[in-house]
């Protein structure tokens, strides 16, 4: 019985191994056009590429041997994007040669592989959304892909201002420039409280956020309450304004020397100035209040429409059980409007933990810290950002974006995964 077996799948094993070489596998199996295609693809594919693999897995390798000629970030890119090439041609093969295999099949069993045309219609009807997504995914893949693989591939050089070219070339490393963040004392120290404030800055502006577009929305759906489209629409202003412009206007009222904010409202008050561009704290106030002023006009039309999708059999019910307005809220509302929002929410986080446009356009991350690459209200994106733009250690922020990265999507997902978000029904 084994024998018979096998037997019945030799055609197909043969097909496998001819299409070793493409199309040779589909001319077996006497589909003479189709191997013809396999075969033409595969030669232009070969003769297209071959300087591109030749130059660019040598430069991914070495980095280059010779300066002024070679330039290691250059021959980085052209190796990782012949190494993209090459992936979708190893996709292509495994395509050839599982269509060889498979029409091989047909053929142990009796049966008679489609021709040239037929296949082309097979195609369309089986695989036709894969069609017709392939250009959008290898577009996908040269512009999102390719720069998250130059990153992290960075991280593992020691390209930075004295290793870069046409004076000197760069060098694989290692995890050494990952090591260096935790035992070089300034890159330890700095590392450590920039960290420190961003988890803090997340963590605070989000809830501010979260907590004052929830309140608001709850407070405008009282039945009670008189012009509610014109408080909604008040309400949402801030978000219709472009942030940038927002941010902007507030770095001016907040100036030290003649921002509204000191020599008007706190004149007004009868308190005196503040310097709340030069002294950290009292920027990192600033800084709060302005995203969630900015934060909390999109929490609050959301939660407007979950609101507005709360039976209201479950608040009847519990007026008829005595329950008071708090009961009603936290048993009810909250509840229904967290399992609602949760992944809305766990964004904002991940969000404002990489929110560089208000650190760096409010007050440019400042002010300055002695003894310290970032400043005093740098995040870590825009300390990352700072060690690419001004201190071209481009390897070490390489390094820092990895770390950031993990710690955003391991963040994310333990978060989605609590709340049952990846699960349907």
């Known amino acids: ?49 071959w300087n591109l693999f030749n130059m660019g897995f040598w430069g991914l390798f070495t980095l280059g041997t010779e300066v002024p000629r070679d330039n290691s970030i250059f021959l980085l890119a052209e190796g990782l994007i012949a190494f993209l090439i090459l992936c979708i041609g190893l996709l292509f093969y495994g395509l050839n040669l599982r269509d060889a295999f498979k ?47 130059f990153s992290f591939a960075l991280a593992f050089t020691n390209y930075d201002l004295y290793h870069t070219a046409p004076a000197h070339l760069a060098n694989w490393v290692g995890l050494e420039t990952f090591k260096q963040i935790f035992t070089v004392d300034i890159w330890r120290s700095t590392f450590f409280d920039v960290l420190g404030w961003t988890v803090i800055w997340t963590l605070v502006a989000s809830t501010l956020s979260v907590a004052i577009g929830i309140f608001m929305a709850i407070v405008v759906h009282q039945k009670d309450l008189k012009f509610k489209r014109l408080w909604r629409t008040i309400l949402v202003l801030p978000w219709a304004v472009p942030g940038f412009v927002t941010i902007l206007i507030f770095a001016g009222m907040f100036n030290d020397s003649f921002g509204a904010v000191n020599t ?17 704290s009292w920027t990192k106030i600033a800084l709060l209040f302005i995203q969630s ?65 208000i650190i760096y356009l409010f007050n440019n991350g400042g002010p300055a810290v002695p003894n310290s690459t970032a400043g005093g209200t740098d995040i870590l994106v825009s300390w990352i950002y700072k060690l690419t733009m001004s201190s071209n250690q481009y390897a070490l922020a390489a390094a820092l974006t990895i770390l950031l990265s993990i710690f955003v999507i391991a963040i994310a997902l333990w978060q989605f995964k609590r709340t049952n978000s990846f699960k349907e029904g």
């Open 1 to 49: 019985m084994e024998k018979s077996k096998s037997r019945d799948r030799s055609h197909a094993r043969i097909a496998g191994l001819l299409s070793i070489i493409p199309g040779v596998g589909q001319l077996y199996n006497k589909q003479i056009i189709k191997g013809i295609a396999f075969l033409v693809v595969a030669l232009l594919y070969i003769t297209g590429f």
């Open 103 to 149: 029409n091989g099949e047909k053929i142990d069993m009796g049966q008679h592989p489609e021709n040239f045309i037929n296949s082309v219609k097979s195609l369309f009807d089986t695989s036709y959304p894969y069609l017709l997504i392939s250009p959008g995914l290898l577009l996908l893949i040269f512009t999102v892909i390719f720069p998250i693989l």
């Open 264 to 280: 008007v409202i706190l004149h007004a008050l009868g308190l005196h100035a503040v310097s709340w561009m030069t002294t950290a």
């Open 293 to 357: 002023w900015l934060g909390f006009p999109y929490i609050f039309v959301v939660t407007t429409g979950v609101l507005q999708s709360i039976p209201e059999d479950l608040y009847e019910a519990a007026i008829m059980d005595g329950a008071t307005a708090w009961e009603k809220f936290r048993k009810i509302t909250l509840p229904f409007i967290l399992n609602q929002m949760a992944p809305i929410i766990i964004t904002q986080y991940t969000f404002n933990f990489n929110n560089f446009n």
